[in-house]
């Protein structure tokens, strides 16, 4: 079998070659790292029927990832694919639904894959001990994995930050710093603290892995369908996931496991927080950052995003679109959603299933399409403070 692990990583701004064999946050131009393979010497090799009877997680995609070693493992990944036919119908949409259930992974959202994939190869790199700030399931999966990997984890997070989460991440293990300010606050307490203690910050795009974790959703829905879908419908925040699959499309087709169709790649975002949407509508390549950003839904409370040019040109090149919804539609919506399937989505979740009227007025869905919805988190992470919480620049 071919050896797991990349050849090296690459600027997505510049396409400058960096060294892979050591711990590398973004590239000398500032841009997020992405890891390259050599999918040339894996065609043929590494195939749909060779992963079938691999364990359900997302280490059955070992060979396009970048770990070496043990991956450290609680679980994460091959998520159902919940079929939402009572969704559609009482939509009134004639349309092929499913759902990708996140929820059930480690800690109850998709922040797992990342932070799986992140970990173990910064523990394999060296790291000691890891950092992020964060309002919300970012800081529990990476408390859990440290835990798992036995590194300390340092957490800093707004002081009004809902005491299930910090709960969550003392019982986990992880050292949190409960700051006076903003998301961008605590990110300058993990910048002092990786400069001064060696802590490796794992904020999103920021590292090049948390992205290759989040990239397995595109291969396992090839698995599950046997093919892409139409149309992919998912709640942006940073947009790692979007990015993520956008980039495992490509791999596959380099792999041979699909063709050059690519699923129209649908964002969407909260009404008050919403930067992608207003670029993609004034047609820019890169989003100014949102003031006074507002929404419970605080995966989405993402006002800027390292990665925003790379989420507007998977948006433009696969004819995808970006869109808004209200709270309100979100907290409609994830009761929808659970009485028609039985899937309990967080509010970021349930804010695809909100988006999917106006979607199929501006068709953007259409009669007969194959449509996944990502619920990214299950409702039991829906904690966050009210619709006037504060701000953040992750999530
Ligand atoms: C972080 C998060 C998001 C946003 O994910 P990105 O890939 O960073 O855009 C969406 N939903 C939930 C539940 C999240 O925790």
Redesign the pocket.
């Known amino acids: 079998m071919t050896a797991a692990g990349c050849s090296h990583l690459e600027c997505t701004a510049t396409g400058e070659r960096h060294e892979s064999e050591e711990l590398q946050t973004v590239s000398r131009a500032g841009a997020p790292l992405y890891a390259r393979y050599d999918l040339a010497a894996l065609r043929g090799r590494f195939t749909p029927s060779a992963v079938a009877a691999r364990p359900p997680d997302l280490w059955r995609y070992r060979e396009v990832l970048p770990v070496r070693g043990r991956p450290i493992s609680l679980g994460e990944g091959m998520t159902p694919l919940v079929e939402a036919p009572r969704l559609a119908s009482s939509l009134g949409l004639d349309i092929d639904l499913r759902i990708k259930d996140e929820g059930q992974n480690p800690t109850g959202?998709?922040?797992a894959r990342g932070l799986a994939v992140a970990v173990s190869r910064a523990v394999e790199l060296g790291a000691r001990a890891v950092a992020l700030p964060s309002a919300?399931?970012?800081a529990g999966a990476a408390a859990a994995y440290a835990a798992a990997a036995g590194i300390p984890a340092h957490v800093a997070m707004p002081r009004d930050t809902p005491p299930p989460i910090v709960d969550e991440c003392r019982a986990l293990g992880a050292d949190v710093t409960l700051v006076d300010g903003l998301i961008t606050d605590c990110a300058r307490v993990v910048q002092e603290g990786a400069r001064r203690e060696g802590w490796f910050d794992l904020s999103?795009l920021r590292e090049p892995y948390r992205v290759e974790g989040?990239k397995t959703m595109g291969y396992e829905l090839v698995e599950q369908l046997g093919q892409l879908p139409d149309v992919v419908v998912y709640?942006?925040?940073?947009?790692?996931?979007?990015v993520g699959m956008w980039k495992a499309f490509a791999e596959l087709e380099e792999l041979g496991w699909i063709g050059p169709a690519r699923p129209r790649m649908i964002v969407v975002q909260a009404e008050g927080c919403a930067p992608m949407v207003r670029a993609w509508r004034e047609d820019r390549e890169r989003a100014e950052p949102w003031q006074d950003a507002r929404t419970s839904a605080?995966?989405?409370r993402?006002p800027r995003a390292i990665g925003d040019f790379l989420i507007l040109r998977a948006v433009r090149e696969s004819g995808g679109t970006a869109v808004a919804v209200s709270d309100a539609a979100m907290v409609a919506a994830t009761a929808l959603v659970g009485r028609t399937t039985g899937v309990y989505a967080?509010l970021?979740?349930a804010a695809t299933a909100a988006a999917l009227p106006e979607l199929a007025s501006l068709g953007a869905v259409r009669p007969g399409d194959r449509v996944v919805l990502f619920s990214?988190?299950s409702g039991l992470?829906n904690v966050g403070p009210a619709a006037a919480g504060s701000p953040s620049t992750s999530?």
């Open positions: 959202s998709f922040k919300g399931n970012a999103t989040k709640p942006t925040g940073g947009g790692t996931g979007l605080a995966g989405l993402v967080s970021e979740g990214t988190g992470t999530a």
